[in-house]
């Protein structure tokens, strides 16, 4: 008796690093995991734990609460966002495979982008804690993530909560793309082929990354928002939010490296509120 059940017991444990973990039976703290649509429930691979860990993002706490209102008398958020300090070095970037696909890209990455003015493009500008407002607008093209010349585009961008989006291949190389919001992988597709598509969404607000472990210098970020006020900075480092409800609020802005930064905003009925944000490294 005693040596079937030790000889059990060796099967068994033989079995664990074999077993995959798949999005039924994650652990208890991620039960919440968001909710993933796919058109091809079979690519998706959610990684073990240890892979998780070490590619923990910092999402910012947003509510998900956001109702839909009629905004008359809506006023407006403007401003810029400015680099205040010497430009740092910029990213390396080592090509060590596919390199007929993947040479094609540049071999440096800015850590900011800002114009002689010091004017930062690039950065995600926000309300924090807006409950309700105006609907989200029919987008003019479906959101894509895609993986071209083994990089991501674009880098940065703001997804709806639950909008639809594609991840898509252009390259005659394989990518994946592990998408990790709040230490929780969302979806990780692995796109073996030029053409190949998939698509997820996401149903909590909050920083995602996404990583291609083929290329490990691939990556992006998409914040995703339950609700139309936010913006990118464009090259002149410029913001409007617009048909703001009059009240306070915590407008947040968000960089790569440069992390977050909020200030408490009034806006006052048809009015106008600038904000100018200095960001500097940590
Ligand atoms: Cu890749």
């Known amino acids: 008796m005693r040596s079937a059940i030790n000889y059990t017991t060796l099967v068994l444990i033989a079995l664990i690093p074999m077993t995959p973990v798949t999005a ?14 796919a058109r091809n429930r079979d690519v998706i691979v959610t990684l073990n734990a240890q892979q998780t860990r070490r590619r923990r993002s910092r999402p910012k706490r947003i509510s998900n609460k956001y109702d839909v209102t009629t905004v008359t008398d809506g006023g407006t958020i403007e401003g810029v966002v400015i680099f205040a300090a010497a430009a740092p070095e910029p990213e390396k970037i080592q090509i060590v495979k596919d390199h007929e696909t993947c040479d094609t890209r ?3 990455r800015p850590r900011v982008t800002v114009d002689a003015d010091g004017h930062l493009a690039d950065a995600i500008v926000f309300l924090g804690n807006i409950k309700k407002g105006k609907a989200i607008p029919k987008p003019t093209a479906k959101s894509t993530i895609k993986q071209e010349h083994c990089t991501f585009v674009p880098h940065v961008q703001v997804i709806h909560t639950k909008e639809k ?69 464009a090259a002149d480092g410029r913001f409007a939010l617009t048909d703001v409800p009059p009240g306070d609020y915590d407008l947040v802005v968000w960089q790569e490296h440069l992390g977050e930064q909020t200030r408490r905003v009034h806006v006052d009925a048809g009015g106008t509120a600038t904000v100018e944000f200095k960001l500097t490294p940590n």
């Open 24 to 37: 039924s039976d994650r652990p208890p703290d991620t039960a919440d995991t968001p909710e993933i649509i």
């Open 165 to 233: 989006f594609d991840v898509v291949n252009k390259d005659p190389v394989a990518h994946n793309a592990q998408c990790v919001q709040n230490m929780v992988t969302l979806f990780n597709p692995m796109q073996p082929k030029k053409g190949l598509r998939n698509e997820f969404s996401i149903k909590r607000p909050g920083l995602a990354n996404v990583t291609c472990a083929v290329h490990n210098w691939m990556k992006a970020f998409v914040y995703v928002l339950p609700h139309p006020y936010h913006a990118v900075t």
């Open 106 to 108: 540049a071999k440096t």
